[in-house]
């Protein structure tokens, strides 16, 4: 489901999501899938005040993302459903949960074929 693995290149239903924290709190990540009714949220990181975690998001589904912390910032379920190669980008600030923001645009995952037929 979720790995933390910073150079890892991206696999097939893979993303990236890097989270950076400007604030001088500490943010407890969790995770979990939005096919999963009755599961609970799972802790997949820590992210240390002023710094930046990485982590790879398996995009099969989308995924409920939970943002809390010992500071002033406790963030409500955030629904999203990352694609295929992306590479994304949340930000929180002193005050701020901000959005999930794509920082590069992913590949299509579907194939195009362009099929001729003639009589």
Not at 72 to 80: A, E, F, G, I, P
Request: hydrophobic letters at 30%.
């Amino acid at each position: 489901m979720v790995k933390e693995e910073l150079s890892k290149k991206l696999g097939i239903d893979e993303a990236r999501l890097s989270i950076q924290n400007q604030a001088n709190y500490d943010l407890v990540i969790q995770y979990k899938s939005d096919e999963c009714y009755r599961c609970s949220f799972e802790e997949i990181g820590l992210v240390a005040g002023q710094s930046t975690w990485s982590t790879t998001i398996d995009t099969r589904w989308p995924v409920k993302l939970l943002v809390q912390s010992k500071g002033n910032v406790n963030c409500s379920v955030v629904d999203y459903h990352f694609k295929e190669y992306g590479d994304y980008w949340w930000t929180f600030t002193k005050n701020n949960c901000g959005a999930i923001t794509l920082n590069n645009s992913p590949k299509d995952a579907f194939i195009r074929t362009t099929n001729t037929y003639s009589l």
